[in-house]
């Protein structure tokens, strides 16, 4: 008996990091499949506390909810039990897509939902707060469970210090303050553009990762970020070379294309000096179109630069 208490206590800690790393992948694959590896990893560390709050919580979940099956198993006594965790998995779910809904904004017109797309946008933190929330509600509806029906065993000291309190008292505290707590954020972000733009603005800046081009004894390393709202393409430039001298100005043999076409914008160097073996700064294209799909930079000057090309393809 004791063997098979160990055997379901471990699978009930890696169902539940299973669980968080399936909804975490959900999060991955439809940022990287709409855009890029690259976004996808940018956006995380942008939201992070949200997202890490929404897949620790699913994860704790599926963990409780699997220990009671296991348990019920063994002591055949509970009957079900399986609301609390679906529920919990589809309102975390929608929470995770909504913050990645804007990616499928340009597919969604074509079928008709464009205001289901502007609707996941604009509430996707009331999404996420929901989640949270939800979260919270299911993993105390699985301890009340645990606890009301003796669902865990006294080896177990966590689960029988959390099965001692009294979790009637508990929802009666817990649902008022979790409802106010939903209430002031909605109230807050819904009035506070700022804040309820946060996670917006990342999602409208697309990585551009690193690509390198090298020949002719230089080294040309180019990456960035495209900023759709604010019309903005930043470049990070490293250029180095072992001989010679890199006497040019990069605003000037610099050239962009925007979904193949050439195109003229303002554009401005932050960096070293022409000159040097060695030069590095920001190159940032201003008034860039919104919906740029595929970008390209070209950097060419007679002589040993020649035309080291880069693209894009978001």
Known sequence: MQEQIRKAKQKSILWGIIGSALLLSIYFIIVSLSN????????????????????????????????????????????????????????????????????????????????????????????????????????????????????????????????????????????????????????????????SSQVADVQQRVLLENQEVQGNGIWVVIGGEYQRAQGMLIFNIKITTHSGSLDFRLDKISTLKINGRPISLPVTWEGSPPGGHHRSGRLSFNKVPPNASSIALTVSKAGRIGNRKFLWDL
């Open 36 to 195: 890029s590896v690259g976004h996808a990893l940018s956006e995380f560390w942008q939201l992070w506390y949200w997202i890490t709050a929404l897949v620790v919580g699913f994860g704790i979940q599926v963990g409780l909810f699997t220990h009671t099956r296991q348990t019920i198993q063994l002591k055949k006594q509970l009957k079900g039990a399986t609301s609390s965790v679906a529920a919990g998995a589809g309102v975390s779910t929608v929470s995770m897509v909504a913050c990645c809904a804007h990616h499928l904004s340009d597919l969604l017109p074509i079928l008709g939902l464009s205001a289901a797309a502007v609707f996941l946008t604009q509430y996707q933190l009331v999404f996420m707060i929901v989640g949270i929330l939800s979260n919270i509600l299911g993993i105390t509806y699985m301890l009340s469970i645990i606890s009301k029906h003796h669902l865990y065993f006294d080896d177990n000291k966590w689960l029988v210090r959390l099965a001692g309190y009294n979790y009637k008292r508990i929802f009666r505290i817990e649902i008022p303050i979790l409802l106010i707590i939903f209430l002031s954020g909605t109230l807050f972000f819904s009035g506070n553009p700022a804040a």
